[in-house]
């Protein structure tokens, strides 16, 4: 019989949160950086699904908090900016040699930005504090180069990957204010561009973007700088416009949102109102609704998941608050990582 639900996995070195996780090309996981409480750390691991452990790699040449980790298509790992000293720099790793090698760096300063892996190899940076520019990274030669800025500044937003090759950018927080934003845009990489797009119903910012397997895309949750939303939305490529995708059982930001192989939404962690979450649900868009699933064994925020190959959902680190439960109080970091 086959088991569902949340397993231990084995812990990481370090406890991490706003980290990132990359599966590469050899189906293990590469966690960098984040912050382990109070310092930002420029430590690698790795997770090796087919024996559960975890081994420290190279490390950053720059401790990285914030950054973004994107997977070219050589295999190699870039991550981008969320430096503490060098916030525009760029870096490589090789899984082969299991080191860093710093890249061209970028020409502006980012953290809370996104980077998207084009269908032509490139990799698109996006937004970031205050900031609505964008830039290009070609493998090919380690040079960025500006593309033209996005219609709004926007730190915290979402970036999907459309199937016809453009890219959706959605919400995020603006500078003006720290409200979440209704708008999205479309970048078309055949003319460098930027056009808007249908608002969604709901402005966000911390939240989460899937690409279906039907092409939609689904946005969960997030902030609007006055509440935490338990709201859904599909955005359809055809028409450009958004319609809603059912409500959540709990409203969250800061949580992640896995597509399984079997087309179903994973979101898991977060947090809310009440407090951190440990809870975890599952979107259907063949009936679109939700159900609840079995608890994580840790509350998370921050955290991050990967699809491993094998169809497992690894989770790891980020952190919550306690009040007082098992003898702690205060906020505790996770080294802890999970399966679903």
């Known amino acids: 019989m086959l088991l569902l639900g949340w397993f231990n996995t084995g812990n990481m070195t370090y406890a991490r949160r706003i980290h990132t996780a990359s599966v590469l090309s050899n189906g293990k996981v590469l966690v960098t950086g984040g912050v382990d409480g109070s310092h930002t750390l420029n430590s690698a691991e790795l997770y090796d699904p087919t024996t559960g452990n975890w081994t420290t790699t190279g490390n950053l040449t720059d401790a990285r908090r914030v950054h973004t980790a994107s997977v070219l298509n050589n295999g190699k790992v870039l991550v981008s900016g969320g430096g503490d000293k060098n916030g525009n720099g760029a870096e490589l790793y090789d899984p082969i040699t299991e080191k860093w090698t710093p890249t061209g760096n970028m020409t502006d300063a980012r953290n809370g930005h996104t980077a998207s892996v084009l269908n032509d190899g490139r990799v698109l940076v996006s937004g970031g504090p205050c900031s609505e520019s964008a830039e290009l990274y070609n493998p090919l030669t380690g040079n960025w180069t500006p593309t033209v800025s996005m219609n709004n500044d926007r730190q915290y937003h979402t970036a999907s ?180």
């Open 161 to 340: 990957v459309l199937n016809n090759g453009k890219v959706l950018v959605s919400g995020g927080s603006g500078c003006a204010s720290n409200f979440g934003l209704y708008s999205a845009e479309l970048y078309d990489p055949t003319t460098g561009n930027w056009t808007t797009t249908g608002n969604m119903t709901d402005d966000r910012y911390e939240h989460t973007a899937s690409v279906l397997s039907n092409g939609k895309v689904l946005v969960t949750g997030g902030s609007n700088g006055f509440s935490i939303l338990n709201s859904a939305e599909l955005y359809d490529p055809t028409t450009g416009n958004w319609a809603p995708a059912g409500d959540m059982t709990d409203a969250r930001f800061g949580h992640t949102a896995s597509v399984l192989n079997d087309g179903r939404i994973l979101v898991s962690g977060g947090q809310n109102n009440r407090g951190y979450l440990n809870s975890a649900e599952l979107y259907d868009p063949s009936t679109g609704n939700w159900t609840t699933i079995g608890n994580m064994t840790d509350a998370r925020y921050q955290h991050t998941a990967s699809v491993l190959n094998n169809g497992k959902v690894l989770v790891s680190g980020g952190y919550y608050y306690s009040s007082g439960l098992n003898g702690l109080l205060g906020y505790v970091y996770l080294n802890s990582a999970e399966l679903y």
